[in-house]
């Protein structure tokens, strides 16, 4: 009777250790989220806590853009940059350690659009000057037409898909080992 319990009690504490993992509870901004605000600070918060070597990366179109600090406090991790983001598409890229000692990373994609400010006629005429002039320059350099892809976000998805298939297996796994204990208890009384 003694290790029917101890099975049972070992049966009812593993999906607890299994997931033990922590997850993105908010993020801002959000995944997906259009900006049309000035934005400086980034900030991912976690379900549980995570240690502090944890890391943020942004990039924009695949170069990396330096934040000037990263916080990690023990559910949220922060980075601000001095000068706030242009319009664009950008990947912010956690890595984190939870405090049960796994590694996790994930990317949040997001898209700066600030709408512009209607300007007088004067800063109108001198700002369509200095953009014609950057233009004729960049196309004079680049040779190429630049062009923006969109950028999947399976890593979250898959991290979460695998986790939920590992604990239903680990589940069942101790299911048929807690059966087959029952019946070896079972047959030796007989």
Excluded at 166 to 185: N, P, Q
């Amino acid at each position: 009777m003694k290790k029917i319990v101890f099975l049972i009690s070992v049966l009812w504490m593993l999906p607890l250790m299994v997931s033990a993992h922590t997850t993105v509870s908010n993020s801002t901004p959000q995944e997906g989220q259009v900006i049309n605000e000035e934005l400086s600070s980034m900030k991912v918060e976690f379900a549980g806590e995570i240690e502090k070597q944890s890391t943020l990366n942004l990039k924009k179109n695949e170069t990396e853009i330096p934040l000037d600090s990263v916080t990690v406090n023990e559910k949220e991790i922060i980075g601000t940059v001095t000068t706030p983001l242009t319009n664009g598409n950008y990947v912010l890229t956690w890595k984190i350690a939870a405090k049960d000692g796994h590694a996790m990373t994930g990317d949040i994609p997001f898209t700066v659009e600030i709408p512009e400010t209607k300007k007088t006629p004067t800063e109108t005429e001198d700002t369509e000057v200095t953009e014609n002039e950057a233009t004729e320059e960049v196309t004079e350099n680049s040779g190429e037409d630049v062009v923006e892809e969109p950028q999947n976000n399976e890593t979250s998805s898959n991290e979460d898909s695998n986790s939920s298939t590992f604990a239903t297996v680990s589940v069942i796994v101790l299911i048929v080992l807690l059966i087959g204990g029952i019946w070896v208890i079972f047959r030796k009384k007989r």
